[in-house]
């Protein structure tokens, strides 16, 4: 299938859905209150737990979306920021994948049942283990790093095309 040049509707669509996702799902991790052992998840957990489900589920989807439709990188850049483009979206895809699962095998771990926004009951990928959630507890967090980092390199890239290269690279992930 030859690549599309442009980014469609859907593609930006799920990109700014998930960015904003993002932008609410750090400030509650970093503030909801720590749960010790036997204490049931609060609301601020489930809403972590009902949103972090959603972007898993968003970025899944996406991902089916972007492999059925190949976009080429913008053909009037350098091979090494074609090549690091695609390096950077590619670890964002696998990074955001492993920050959702990781804690949501972790949440397994301890034992709760949550339910998705109140709705529905999750389902919870693992059986109660004490021991295994503490290693997976600094798996979540150091994805949510590794994500934040690479979010962070994102990001720059992007202002750097608007500012310092002045092309239409971010356009591309515009409206319109
Ligand atoms: C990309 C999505 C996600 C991001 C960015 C994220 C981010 C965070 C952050 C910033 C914290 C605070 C950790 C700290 O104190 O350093 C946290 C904790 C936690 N997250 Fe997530 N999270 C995501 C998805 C999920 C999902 C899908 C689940 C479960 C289904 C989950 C379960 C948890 C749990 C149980 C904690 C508490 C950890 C503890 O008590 O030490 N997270 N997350
Ligand atoms: C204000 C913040 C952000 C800006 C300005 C921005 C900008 C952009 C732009 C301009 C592109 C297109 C790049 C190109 O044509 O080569 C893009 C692609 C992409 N962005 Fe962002 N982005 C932001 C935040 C994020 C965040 C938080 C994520 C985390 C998941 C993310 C994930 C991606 C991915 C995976 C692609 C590649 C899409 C694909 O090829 O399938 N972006 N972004």
Not at 32 to 38: A, N, Q, S, V
Not at 53 to 81: D, F, K, N
Not at 163 to 171: G, H, K
Request: net charge positive; with cysteine.
């Amino acid at each position: 299938m030859m690549p599309q040049l442009q980014y469609g509707t859907p593609a930006k669509v799920f990109h700014w859905c998930i960015v904003v996702l993002l932008a609410v799902q750090y400030p509650i991790g970093w503030l909801m209150p720590d749960l010790h052992r036997g204490m049931s998840p609060g609301a601020g957990m489930t809403f972590h737990i009902s949103i972090g489900i959603t972007i898993l589920a968003l970025t899944a989807l996406r991902l089916v979306w972007r492999l059925a439709h190949p976009v080429a990188p913008e053909s009037s850049l350098p091979a090494w920021q074609r090549l690091s483009s695609e390096v950077v979206h590619w670890l964002l895809y696998a990074l955001v994948l492993a920050t959702t699962f990781s804690g949501w095998v972790f949440a397994s771990f301890r034992g709760w049942s949550v339910s998705y926004f109140y709705l529905v009951p999750l389902p919870m990928l693992a059986s109660d283990n004490a021991a295994a959630g503490r290693t997976i507890d600094g798996l979540h967090q150091a994805m949510e790093w590794a994500l934040l980092v690479t979010i962070g390199v994102h990001i720059a890239a992007a202002l750097a095309h608007i500012f310092i290269y002045r092309d239409s690279v971010m356009r591309r992930m515009l409206p319109g």
